[in-house]
């Protein structure tokens, strides 16, 4: 299992950081939130998961140890792979994820593109036992870093992938009802999907 990567930060995309080790580029699928902490050409360490498929080898980057256990842990459900793993990791951070499952939070898991009513309930019910019970301080704090970080989360992914910091400034307004959308209907931002929207809108002021 390779554990972690470490060293130069060689390339950057919407999903994916390419770190050099050794003289070779790993490409490590990254959450929006991991790769915002990310710099080119600067050192970076990340926890990863490989998973290997009969005609794949996916490396999965986490910011810290924490984040790989959890996805780890999410895969022991059915029907959870790799992708919803990450896909749940990018719209809650571990302990949102604890807090959701202790608290039986239905609406927090179906705010995860892919997951449904129904898919959210049976996961409930398997994970219960699983994550364990959440570090931090409560539902209202974890709700409240959501709404507040998404804002954070868009602008240093964009600046991570070389835009400059009035381009993510404008990009980030430019998603912002999307996003406020979001809040008003009680769900949380994906920060994926603004992410996307906001590269749309770049793509085509240049």
Not at 19 to 24: A, D, K, L, T
Not at 121 to 126: A, F, I, M, N, R
Not at 184 to 198: E, F, I, N, R, Y
Request: proline share 5%.
């Amino acid at each position: 299992m390779i554990a972690f990567v470490s060293g130069p930060v060689a390339a950057l995309a919407p999903d994916t950081a390419v770190v050099e080790v050794g003289g070779i580029g790993m490409a490590v699928q990254c959450t929006p939130n991991t790769l915002s902490g990310l710099r080119l050409g600067q050192q970076a360490k990340l926890a990863t998961s490989l998973v290997v498929r009969e005609d794949s080898l996916t490396l999965y980057g986490f910011a810290d140890d924490d984040e790989r256990q959890t996805f780890e842990l999410l895969q022991t459900a059915s029907g959870v792979g790799p992708r919803l793993a990450q896909a749940m990791l990018a719209v809650h951070s571990p302990d949102a994820l604890r807090l959701a499952v202790s608290t039986g939070d239905e609406k927090a898991l179906t705010a995860v593109p892919g997951i449904g009513k129904k898919g959210a309930q049976k996961l409930l019910l398997e994970l219960k036992d699983r994550l364990g019970e959440p570090l931090g301080t409560g539902r209202t704090a974890a709700a409240g870093a959501a709404a507040a970080g998404w804002r954070d989360q868009l602008q240093a992914a964009l600046i991570g992938l070389g835009y400059a910091s009035r381009e993510a400034d404008e990009a980030v307004a430019a998603v912002a009802p999307q996003a406020e959308a979001a809040l008003a209907d009680g769900g949380a931002p994906q920060v994926p999907q603004l992410l996307k929207a906001a590269l749309q809108t770049l793509n085509r002021a240049r």
